[in-house]
């Protein structure tokens, strides 16, 4: 079982950055996981924002936020980090951290990102 926290989330304007983190904890090896940062607004759909390889040798990141996020992993600290930067209006949502040998399978619960115009 593995539990998720995120931190990081807050209120910025837009252009502005942020960093999002995400600590993993229980009975596992955190560097057997692919990391993946995923977004929620209400009533819509959760979508894919980034993901990583358990290695970090590997990334993938939505169209939306191509250039302008990073994700990156700390294995040692059993962390992972969304750098956010650009932010526009739009990337209003909650975000959530999720991990997974092939699917993911376990999830955080969430840290609210709002960026004003």
């Known amino acids: 079982q593995v539990q998720l926290v995120e931190s990081g989330g807050g209120l910025v304007q837009a252009g502005g950055s942020l960093r999002l983190s995400c600590v993993a904890s229980g009975r596992t090896l955190f560097s057997a996981y692919r990391m993946g940062w995923f977004r929620q607004a209400p009533g819509k759909d959760r979508s894919l924002v980034a993901v990583?390889?358990?290695?970090?040798?590997?990334?993938y990141y939505s169209d939306s936020v191509k250039g302008r996020f990073t994700i990156s992993r700390d294995n040692a600290k059993s962390t992972v980090y969304l750098q956010m930067n650009s932010l526009k209006p739009e990337d209003t949502d909650v975000y959530y951290c999720?991990?997974?040998?092939?699917?993911?399978?376990?999830w955080g619960q969430g840290t609210q990102v709002t960026v004003s115009s």
């Open positions: 999720a991990a997974g040998s092939a699917l993911f399978d376990y």
């Open positions: 990583i390889s358990q290695s970090g040798d590997n990334t």
